[in-house]
């Protein structure tokens, strides 16, 4: 999904309920995970919160391709989320 997508999903909620949870898509499950993202809390879902910090993913991984997550473009993603 994309991180603009998932931010206007957050804000119409927000609109339509008066509140929002900050974590999009938290209505859909996906492999049976509850939640795949979090903008208040990513270490809660595996996804680093700061820059090398935990679930960090190394960006110099050789050739970007979609099995190595593009050297962590998506799963790195979620620091500028929070």
Known sequence: MSLFAN???EIIEYFAKGKCDWEPG????????VRFRSFSNPTSVNLPDT??????IITECGSPNRINN?????????IQNK
């Open 7 to 9: 931010m206007f999903g």
């Open 26 to 33: 938290s209505q859909v499950r996906l492999f049976s995970r």
């Open 51 to 56: 820059y090398q910090g935990d679930f960090w």
């Open 70 to 78: 593009y050297c962590g473009v998506h799963t790195n993603s979620s």
